[in-house]
């Protein structure tokens, strides 16, 4: 019987692809503004193009790192949980007489009677009793096929099972019941009309790991990309110990879970792509308002800036009021010439105004909205 439970690590990861990230990435864009944009300089405002376009560059970056950190993690829990070869010391292609010759070294160091006087003898007991069941396993194999490719779980799962076949039964029930309870989730989501965004490449991303799954369940060998690649890479560069195929199917399953989110967040950013707006269907009144909206709120933020720049570069002359005057004005000229006409949204604005009043308009006053 398979069971299926909500746990935190199938809520956190998500709760962190839709609520943390955009979070995290609204706090680090406020916080690289205000390194390298300058004090009295103005700030890319809420929806304009430069804002726009910075979000999502910092959000495509903490998307990818998050994406790169998941498979180190399950990696990293892959490692620490171990397997029956790292306990015993041996390869994954031990023969039956490598691994008795090092089990009889092990016994000598192990063994509850040969322990010193000050180890605790219950739990030298349990250990030897844990390296001998890894030994059996590793011996028999009929287990030995189960374990390398399901893990340690599917003793616990089918603990009638004598024969290979019948590992292999109970393993592509299993898989099937968890596919196929996704698949239909994904088609009913679908047909509702969420997680649209990415579909195809999630559809995808599951029939892929569903295949190397099935491929891994029902073949006597190791999957190719084990013996040829992976492992070869990871055992020269002294990286980590050499990946089992039930290791290698679990960093698959996590990394297609991961992509297909990175890829649903990934679209809709590049799909609102603002240096590539859409043209033949905005030019409506609710689209100019909303740009007259933009360019208001931009305006006031900037003249915010200059009132406090102008605040700020008056202290000298706070008593001399003519001077004063005289640097206000020619302050107010500069913010206006060199600052708020070199802004797009300013720049668009003025071109489609020229445009609508005459033909001829100079390159660079173009609008592009």
Known sequence: MVQA?????????FLVWQFLIPLAAGWTQTVLYSIFIRAGSPKPQPGSQRFISHRRAILIAIYAAY???????????????????????????????????????LTIKYHPDKVGAGV??????????????????????????????????????????????????????????N???IFVFLIGAN???FLKDGSYWRYLGLLAVATFDLRTAMRPDYPPVLTKYLNPLVSGLHLRPAYLPF???????????????FLSL???????????????????DEVRHKQLDRLVAFVAESNKESSRLIELESIPYRDNEKAK?????????????NVVHQEKDVRNAIGQSMARRRTGVPHGAVGTK
């Open 5 to 13: 439970s909500l746990s935190w690590d199938t809520i956190g990861p």
């Open 67 to 105: 994406f790169l950190f998941t498979i180190y993690e399950v990696d990293f829990n892959l490692q620490r949980s171990g397997n029956a070869y790292n306990l015993l010391g041996v390869p994954i292609d031990v023969d039956e007489s490598g691994l008795n010759s090092r089990f009889r070294r």
């Open 120 to 177: 605790d003898r219950e739990l030298a007991n349990n250990y030897y009793v844990h390296l001998k069941q890894a030994r059996d396993v590793i011996l028999d194999p009929v287990k030995r096929f189960a374990y390398d490719r399901f893990g340690s779980e599917i003793f616990g799962r089918c603990q009638t099972c004598l024969t290979v076949k019948e590992y292999v039964d109970n393993a592509l029930v299993t898989t099937a019941t």
């Open 179 to 181: 596919y196929g309870a």
């Open 191 to 193: 047909a509702l009309g």
């Open 247 to 261: 290791q290698a199917t679990a960093i698959a399953k996590k990394a297609s879970i991961s992509l297909a989110q």
């Open 266 to 284: 990934l679209m809709p950013l590049y799909r609102d792509n603002p240096n590539n707006p859409q043209r033949s269907s905005e030019d409506t």
């Open 325 to 337: 005057s005289e640097l206000r004005d020619a302050l107010k000229k500069y913010m206006v010439q």
